[in-house]
């Protein structure tokens, strides 16, 4: 059972969370070099660095967080937990 946010803001630069213990802000370049769907494991798809913004965020059932980044990127799927790490 992981840990559900209690908020959820979204930025273009930022994707901000708040956490019952706490509140992390994770920049969208980060999350976007951090995706590990396919094609970016692959290598198939290239960030274009600190440029890229994010454009959205879609709840997926209640583990994870779908961000869509302004490059058209749209196939991050981001578990809260996953999240908790990346912002520690
Ligand atoms: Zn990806």
């Keep these: ?3 559900l946010p ?3 803001d979204l930025t273009p630069a930022t994707l901000r969370l708040r956490w019952p213990d706490g509140a992390s802000a994770l920049p969208a370049a ?3 070099a ?9 290598g198939r798809s ?3 660095g600190a440029a890229v913004q994010l454009t959205d ?3 997926v059932g209640r583990y994870a967080l779908q961000l869509v980044f302004s490059d058209g ?3 991050g799927i981001y578990p ?3 999240l908790r790490e990346l912002a520690t």
């Design 1 to 3: 059972m992981s840990t």
């Design 6 to 8: 209690e908020a959820v």
């Design 30 to 32: 980060r999350l976007r």
């Design 34 to 42: 951090a995706c590990r769907c396919g094609d970016c494991r692959a």
């Design 46 to 48: 290239r960030s274009d």
């Design 57 to 59: 965020a879609l709840p």
């Design 73 to 75: 990127h749209d196939r």
């Design 80 to 82: 809260w937990a996953w």
